[in-house]
C-alpha cells in the first residue's frame, strides 16, 4: 500500500506540474502573427541599417520605434549608433520579449521596449521616428508626425505617406525605406526686415514644398528656388535695382532670421516675422 501511494502521489505532482513547465516554455513570435492593427513582420536587418543611415542616426538622437516587434530597430539604433532608444509594442508578450533581447544585446542602458499604443503614446520628444506598419496606419498618424518638431527625421518601411511625397526613398534588393524631415509651418504673410528696408513675403506650402511672392511698392516679385528642408529655409529675389539676393535662415516657430548675400557684393541679416 505504501508503494502504490508513493507511485499514485509521484504521478498526480509529474500531472499538476506539466502546465507550469508549459508556461515557462520561452515565448518565440511567428511570422505573420496576428498584433492589434498589423500582422507581425520583421524588417530584414540591411533594411534596419539603411533606414537608420537614412536619418543619419547618431549618439546625439533618441530613436522612436512605432510598432517594435522583436525590438531590432530600437536594438541597432543604441548598438550600432550609439543613440537612445524607445520602441513602442503593443503585444504585452512580444514586448516582453523584445525587452529581453535588448537585454541580450548588452544595450538595456540607451534602449528600451514598453507596451503601449502608437496612438495613444507621447513620442514627440523623439528626433528620429521609424516604423513598419500599413498604409493606413501611416496616415491615421500623419497630423501627430508632422506636428513634431520641425526637422525630425521619420523613416518608413514599404509604404508611404500619400501626398507627402518623401524627401528621399531607399531600394534594397526590391524593398523600399521611405524617408521625410518634418517641416516647420510658414504658410502665410510674413514682414520681411533687411535693415532699415521692409517688405512682405507670403508662403503658400504643400508639407515642405512652398513657393511664394514679395511685396516690392506696387510690385509682387515671386521668389527664386525657395526650399524648405526642416526647420532650415532659404529663397531668392530680384529687387526693382535687379540686383538678386539670396537667403538663408531659420526658423523659430513664428520668427525666421539668417542672413543673404546679393549678386552685386552686398551682405547682411535679415529677419521676419510672421503676420
Known amino acids: 500500500m505504501h508503494l502504490k ?14 502546465p507550469l513547465a ?12 496576428a498584433g492589434k492593427d498589423v500582422i507581425w513582420v520583421p524588417t530584414p536587418d540591411e533594411v534596419v541599417d539603411r533606414m537608420l543611415r537614412m536619418a543619419q542616426t547618431t549618439k546625439d538622437d533618441y530613436v522612436v520605434d512605432l510598432g517594435a516587434g522583436d525590438g531590432k530597430i530600437a536594438i541597432a539604433a543604441a548598438k550600432k549608433f550609439g ?3 524607445l520602441g513602442i509594442e503593443y503585444d504585452a ?30 513620442f514627440s520628444t523623439a528626433t528620429v521616428v521609424t516604423m513598419y506598419l500599413l498604409p493606413g496606419l501611416n496616415m491615421k498618424l500623419r497630423p501627430t508626425i508632422l506636428a513634431m518638431r520641425p526637422g525630425t527625421r521619420v523613416v518608413s518601411h514599404s509604404f508611404t505617406m500619400e501626398d507627402w511625397e518623401a524627401d528621399e526613398i531607399s531600394s534594397m534588393d526590391g524593398r ?12 502665410g504673410g510674413w514682414n ?9 513675403i507670403v508662403f503658400e506650402q504643400k508639407f515642405q514644398k512652398i513657393t511664394g511672392t514679395i511685396g516690392l511698392g506696387h510690385t509682387q516679385g515671386g521668389l527664386r528656388d525657395p526650399l524648405l528642408r526642416g526647420f532650415n529655409i532659404s529663397f531668392a529675389w530680384v529687387d526693382n535695382n535687379g540686383v538678386q539676393r539670396q537667403y538663408t535662415g531659420r526658423v523659430i516657430g513664428g520668427r525666421m532670421e539668417g542672413s543673404y548675400r546679393g549678386d552685386n557684393g552686398s551682405e547682411g541679416r535679415w529677419s521676419a516675422t510672421k503676420k
Do not use: C
Request: charged fraction near 20%; charge should be positive.
Open 192 to 200: 520681411l526686415e533687411t535693415g532699415s528696408e521692409r517688405n512682405e
Open 22 to 33: 508549459a508556461q515557462q516554455k520561452p515565448y518565440e513570435p511567428q511570422v505573420g502573427q
Open 5 to 18: 501511494r508513493t507511485a499514485f502521489t509521484l504521478i498526480a505532482a509529474l500531472a499538476l506540474s506539466l
Open 176 to 187: 523600399r525605406a521611405y524617408f521625410w524631415i518634418v517641416p516647420a509651418n510658414v504658410h
Open 83 to 85: 543613440a537612445r532608444s
Open 93 to 122: 508578450d512580444m514586448a516582453r520579449h523584445a525587452q529581453g533581447n535588448v537585454e541580450k544585446a548588452g544595450v538595456a542602458g540607451r534602449a528600451r521596449i514598453v507596451r503601449g499604443d502608437i496612438f495613444a503614446s507621447d
